[in-house]
């Protein structure tokens, strides 16, 4: 099992990296060549996770609390970037893959052999990029995405919460792991934006634990994510599964699904 710290785009954390030891210095030569090699041409065939610059993905998001639903838009664009000097003193490259979303987040990515990695963020309130303390996993190499390889994440909750006003509890200060596998692969799989063939599905599980109230006293909540990804496409779908019907917290579900593609 992977034992890195890793992300996708609904994952939210970033510290201070050592430059001068651990798994960053050890991935850039090879990060920084695989990524100028790969931009601007067409993704392979298997790339279940395209970093040409210009791409720009639509999705349907639906999230769902109790008896109250929300259908709103969320877009991701893939920009190719000259590396911010918050980054330039660690990544030996003029150039990197950024993907901005919709919410004003930006992610920096690089791709080597082992993987594509987050190597920093900057969200819509922060002026300047904060580098992770690590490489951080966003999809596995093609050749190792088959039945039984697994990885852990760091996240959050996106759905539960306090139904009380007087409790005091934060999405973004409740972390937890999640371990990914790759579930189901040679899929066929249809969405408003098309079928698609040869998709694989991940899945995500994990736990977090909250005060629930005095008469139930700590409780822990199972968390299940499935992403469906095509090849030379991306994330097609994902549903997000945060149970919980308790009188001081409620849960929920998040599903993204692609509804357009445009290419450049």
């Known amino acids: 099992m992977r034992s890195l710290r890793l992300f996708r785009y609904l994952c939210f954390y970033g510290s201070a990296p050592d430059v001068g030891s651990g798994r960053l210095s050890v991935l850039l030569p090879g990060l920084i060549t695989a990524l100028l090699a ?6 392979a065939s298997d790339d279940y996770f395209p970093l040409q610059p210009g791409w720009h993905w639509h999705y349907q998001v639906t999230e769902a609390r109790q ?15 000259d590396t ?14 950024v993907r901005h979303t919709s919410d004003g987040t930006d992610y920096y990515l690089l791709r080597d052999l082992s993987g594509t990695y987050r190597v920093g963020k900057r ?15 966003v ?12 990885w852990n994440q760091t996240t959050r909750p996106y759905v539960l919460h306090s139904t009380q006003s007087h409790v005091a509890w934060n999405q973004g200060n409740n972390e937890f792991v999640m371990t990914y596998e790759v579930a189901e692969t040679g899929l066929v799989l249809s969405t ?28 822990e909540v199972e968390v299940v994510q499935s992403e469906w990804y095509a090849p030379g496409v991306g994330l097609i779908r994902l549903q997000r599964e945060e149970p919980m019907d308790l009188e001081m917290f ?9 509804i357009e593609l445009q290419r450049p």
């Open 139 to 150: 999809m596995p190499p093609p050749d190792e995405l088959e039945q039984g390889i697994s």
């Open 84 to 97: 911010p000097v918050e980054l330039a003193e660690v990544m030996a490259t003029p150039q990197m893959v």
């Open 67 to 81: 008896q109250q639903r929300s259908v709103h838009r969320f877009e991701v664009t893939t920009r190719r970037i």
């Open 250 to 258: 409620q849960g929920g579900s998040l599903t993204f699904e692609l």
């Open 38 to 43: 790969g931009c601007g041409q067409a993704p």
């Open 192 to 219: 408003p934006a098309g079928e698609f063939q040869h998709c694989i599905r991940i899945e995500g599980r994990g736990r977090i634990g909250l005060y629930a109230d005095p008469r139930l006293g700590y409780q």
């Open 123 to 137: 969200t819509l309130i922060e002026k300047k990029p904060r580098l992770d303390a690590e490489p951080v996993l």
